[in-house]
């Protein structure tokens, strides 16, 4: 049986991170990762040159080295405010330390100096004429590393981390069940290329992911660690051209917007913009089709559109605790309707009550960027509350994006955030079973690149100091 100091479940940034940082503060630990994705060299989505979903098992847009949120887009957001609930385990002060630790760490290997969202005065503009419209503008500066500089980033890692410090990266690699023994973590069964074997180990860190969370929680049940419900994110992805939200883009790059819908009174937040950018497709438990967004930093691979993410959140109370399967289900009735793909529809065609139809769509001048797309009927797919509060919270952001409450503006359906489930963690990250630690996304702890990076930072630094 094989044995390391240190398994590593999951290779996107939380992982990576806890990665880099037990390099750096233990010389020589054996450590091992695990995804069920492929090397990020290997990491090639059909799609984004064929326009069409060559559905690939495992999803290449959502598992392997660097995760989902780092291969489609490579947004750094630098508030503790935004990406996450990490101030729920530490105060600010640590917290802003962490992340400039964190984006000092992305700039050493090839991160784009640029940060937008600094020109504060222009902010505080925005910021003041969106609260005319009860908006709420969370100012945050974000560097974009674009989907190929994310790239070159995470390859660098990835090099410096298997090349240099001499650990073991295991791609296409399952994580079937994590080993408690005497309630602290033994090791993790892993299966590869069909073939199931357990590997031992001192310390186990769970970071699976998005697509992961479904396990996390079920593994959570089994070694009786508690977890909690977070908010369900469900809506829709916004694809409109650059002239409507190149006055906020611009010096914001991603404007991020809070309405509370008129009607059911639901929080509904902007998520993921994307100026210049292209509507993607990604695939979970190798089946489920839900819409995303990415852009390239690379002028001469901008598109005339800007998309983003328009989610509605809800947090439900017991007796109901199924809120990833809950928001599958969603996503399963879309593809039901489109024979396996991701719907679109004009929101002229939504307010009319009618179907989009590939006439009408070929009638829009926002011309969509997914070409796969199949045109359809939302109204079918979500929810009346979900839907509501989404064309109430359009119809206001109109006011400070005039262009947004419009006929062609093109809505793709649906976008799903699958980090329901929140695993009980202590302030370090570490459950109730010994030596186990749950972080990133997958854990419902974190929801960008930024402060899962800064998970898999506290986590190694607590692994290094029990190691001394």
């Not at 489920?288 to 800007?306: C, E, F, I, Q, R």
């Not at 005039?402 to 359906?413: E, K, N, S, T």
Request: overall charge neutral.
């Amino acid at each position: 049986m094989k044995y390391y100091d240190v398994v590593i479940i999951g290779a996107g940034p939380a992982g990576i991170f806890t990665a880099l940082e037990l390099g750096k503060r233990k010389k020589g630990i054996k450590v091992l990762i695990i995804d069920k994705g492929m090397t990020i060299t290997k990491r090639i989505c059909p799609a984004r040159t064929t326009g069409k979903c060559a559905n690939c098992r495992p999803c290449a847009i959502v598992s392997g080295w660097s995760g989902a949120g780092a291969f489609s887009d490579g947004k750094l957001t630098m508030s503790a405010e935004v990406g996450g609930r990490i101030l729920d385990y530490m105060d600010e002060e640590r917290a802003n330390q962490l992340i400039k630790y964190a984006d000092d760490v992305y700039l050493s290997f090839g991160a784009d100096a640029v940060l937008h969202g600094v020109n504060t005065a222009r902010v505080e503009e925005i910021r003041y004429e969106a609260l005319k419209h009860n908006i709420r503008l969370i100012p945050c500066a974000v560097r974009h590393l674009g989907t190929e500089k994310a790239f070159n980033v995470l390859k660098a890692m990835y090099d410096y981390i298997v090349s240099q410090n001499g650990m073991e990266f295991s791609p296409l690699t399952t994580a079937k069940e994590i080993i408690v023994k005497d309630g602290r973590a033994a090791g993790v069964v892993i299966e590869k290329q069909g073939c199931t074997e357990a590997v031992e180990c001192e310390y186990v860190v769970a970071a699976p992911g998005r697509d992961g969370a479904g396990w996390l929680a079920e593994q959570a049940k089994q070694h009786d660690i508690n977890i909690y419900n977070n908010e369900v994110d469900i809506g829709v992805r916004v694809e409109v051209p650059n002239a409507v939200m190149d006055h906020l883009t611009r010096d914001l790059y991603e404007a991020k917007l809070v309405y509370y819908s008129d009607t059911f009174e639901n929080k509904v937040r902007t998520f993921c913009m994307n100026p210049g950018g292209v509507v993607s497709e990604e695939h979970y438990d190798g089946k489920l089709a839900v819409v995303n967004g990415h852009s390239y930093s690379d002028p001469a691979l901008k598109t005339d559109n800007t998309n983003f993410a328009v989610l509605v959140s809800t947090r439900f109370t017991q007796p109901f605790n199924q809120p990833i399967e809950y928001g599958k289900y969603i996503a399963y009735l879309a593809n039901m309707l489109t024979g396996g793909g991701i719907m679109v529809q004009r929101l002229g065609d939504l307010l009319m009550g009618r179907r989009t139809d590939y006439s009408r769509l070929k009638k829009s001048a926002t011309v969509p960027t997914l070409k796969s797309a199949v045109p359809g009927d939302l109204s079918y797919v979500l929810p009346q509350r979900y839907l509501t509060s989404i064309v109430e919270a359009l119809k206001a952001f109109d006011k400070i994006a005039p262009g947004l409450y419009a006929r062609d503006v093109l809505l793709y359906g649906v976008e799903v955030k699958f980090y329901s489930s929140k695993v009980e963690v202590n302030n370090s990250f570490e459950t109730s079973v010994e030596n186990l630690y749950a972080i990133g996304d997958g854990a419902g702890i974190t929801r960008g690149l930024m402060q899962a990076s800064v998970t898999g930072i506290v986590v190694a630094r607590d692994i290094a100091a029990k190691m001394q």
